[in-house]
């Protein structure tokens, strides 16, 4: 599962690293959190970054608002999901991050917050899917969701799953609306384990009302939710 990341980068950065036109302004965010409003590149327009809401209303959820429950579909399977298979062909998009939390259970109370990022620490996209929908008022929206696979033996320390990441040259092949399904499903795996650090954060990530650079900053132990440290990270 992916439920909270960051892009931490700025406009400028952005743009340079995507090759996208980014209208407007950005301010870097540390705690992504389902149902908000963040950049996204669609397969529809390649070339510049969109703002849709974290948490899709599938086809058959017309009118509903952004939901919490679809922020994830299985890599394995979304090709096959009545909710989402018509997404995966047809609507495709990345998800600029540089960095995603997963929480450690240590028993049945405890858990302890952990980033991971690439070893550069460069930003990366996620392999999404996208929808469309009319709200209540008649105005069109979009959403988005992550797509999951199984962990690398980095994050399965912490988490059986972990968000795709794609290699940045397959970027353009995710956004190929050309592609065939079978060469689409190739590009959802478990990003290299060698390329990508994990390290303890602080427990202000499991606030969405906490957005500050101290998020994505190193902790000198693991620090559970309580706030206390801990020898077991």
């Known amino acids: 599962m992916c439920g909270r990341y960051s892009l931490s980068k700025s406009k400028i950065q952005l743009e340079e690293r995507f090759q996208a036109e980014m209208l407007g302004e950005f301010n870097p965010r540390y705690?992504?959190?389902?149902?908000?409003?963040?950049p996204v590149i669609t397969s529809d327009s390649p070339k510049g970054f969109s703002f849709f809401y974290w948490g899709i209303t599938p086809d058959f959820g017309k009118n509903k608002p952004v939901?919490?429950?679809?922020?994830?579909?299985?890599?394995?399977?979304?090709?096959?999901?009545?909710?989402?298979k018509n997404s995966f062909l047809k609507r495709?998009?990345?998800?600029?991050?540089?960095?995603?939390f997963e929480w450690k259970r240590l028993g049945k109370k405890t858990k302890i917050p952990y980033r991971f990022t690439l070893a550069n620490e460069e930003a990366f996209a996620f392999a999404g899917i996208w929808e469309e929908y009319e709200n209540e008022f008649g105005e069109s929206n979009h959403t988005f969701l992550i797509l999951t696979t199984e962990s690398n033996s980095l994050v399965s320390e912490v988490h059986d799953r972990m968000p795709v990441i794609l290699k940045k040259e397959d970027e353009k092949k995710w956004l190929d609306t050309y592609r065939s399904q079978e060469d689409l499903i190739k590009l959802l795996t478990p990003y290299q384990v060698d390329e990508m650090?994990?390290?303890?954060?602080?427990p202000l990530v499991n606030s969405v009302s906490n957005d500050s650079p101290s998020i994505i900053r190193k902790t000198s132990a693991p620090i559970d939710q309580f706030g206390n440290y801990t020898l077991f990270g």
């Open 31 to 38: 705690n992504i959190a389902p149902t908000q409003l963040v």
């Open 92 to 100: 495709r998009c990345l998800v600029p991050a540089d960095g995603f």
């Open 67 to 84: 939901s919490q429950k679809f922020i994830n579909a299985k890599a394995e399977t979304v090709h096959e999901k009545i909710s989402f």
């Open 197 to 202: 650090l994990s390290y303890t954060v602080s």
